[in-house]
Antibody, heavy 122, light 113 residues
Framework: EVQLVESGGGLVKPGGSLRLSCTAS????????MTWVRQAPGKGVEWVGR??????????DYAAPVTGRFSISRDDSKNTVYLQMDSLKTEDTAVYYC?????????????WGQGTQVTVSS | DIVMTQSPDSLAVSLGERATINCKSS????????????LAWYQHKAGQPPKLLIY???TRDSGVPDRFSGSGSGTDFALTISSLQAEDVGVYYC?????????FGQGTKLEIK
């Protein structure tokens, strides 16, 4: 059974930093491309970024609102992907999900974690 | 970046009736090399993560009831629920999974009339 479990959410002041983790089980993590998606209160879901697997370079792409402030990394030995969030703004308040596609969906996100709440407030 | 625009923003349909949600992309999501439209639909219920319903514009994910169907190509797509059930209430999103950023539409809230 595939499981994605996010952790690391919490309350942080504007300008602060937070690192989220997503630990996967039941998948070949070494070949997994991992995605972060968020949902702010009362808003729709928003794609945050994605990191490719190491055989494809292990590089990450980001949505415009977080470029330069967020970074995604991975530790394949721990089956874990990270979302480092710096210079946080109140508008970054959201539930953050990690998600993963499967090869036959061409990038559509089949597996999702339950999400972790991030609140940016003074 | 591709912009995805859904219509309507909200929709109320009677049980057993048809519901249709539209999605328009600002540029084509059709891949000539793959001969596929990189368009997905998700259902999102409160307190749960989104659930993939449709990918490649018209392929139902495993376990998705056949009352859900996707159609369209290029820039114009639709999700149709042929006979609305009570458990179908939620917010529906289209997403371009063509390339990054993999933009979502703004969402369509589906309710029972």
């Amino acid at each position: 059974e595939v499981q994605l479990v996010e952790s690391g959410g919490g309350l942080v002041k504007p300008g602060g930093s937070l690192r989220l983790s997503c630990t996967a089980s039941g998948i070949d993590f070494n070949t997994a491309w991992m995605t972060w998606v968020r949902q702010a209160p009362g808003k729709g879901v928003e794609w945050v970024g994605r990191i490719k697997s190491r055989p494809f370079g292990g590089t990450a792409d980001y949505a415009a609102p977080v470029t330069g402030r967020f970074s995604i990394s991975r530790d394949d030995s721990k089956n874990t992907v990270y979302l480092q969030m710096d210079s946080l703004k109140t508008e970054d308040t959201a539930v953050y999900y990690c998600a993963k596609d499967v090869p036959w969906t061409g990038g559509a996100l089949t597996y999702w974690g339950q999400g972790t709440q991030v609140t940016v407030s003074s | 970046d591709i912009v995805m625009t859904q219509s309507p923003d909200s929709l109320a349909v009677s049980l057993g009736e048809r519901a249709t949600i539209n999605c328009k992309s600002s540029q084509s999501v059709f891949s000539t090399s793959r001969n596929k439209n990189f368009l997905a639909w998700y259902q999102h219920k409160a307190g749960q993560p989104p659930k993939l319903l449709i990918y490649w514009a018209s392929t139902r994910d495993s376990g998705v009831p056949d009352r859900f169907s996707g159609s369209g190509s290029g820039t114009d797509f639709a999700l149709t629920i042929s006979s609305l059930q009570a458990e179908d209430v939620g917010v529906y999103y289209c997403q371009s999974h063509f390339d990054t950023p993999q933009t979502f539409g703004q969402g369509t809230k589906l309710e029972i009339k």
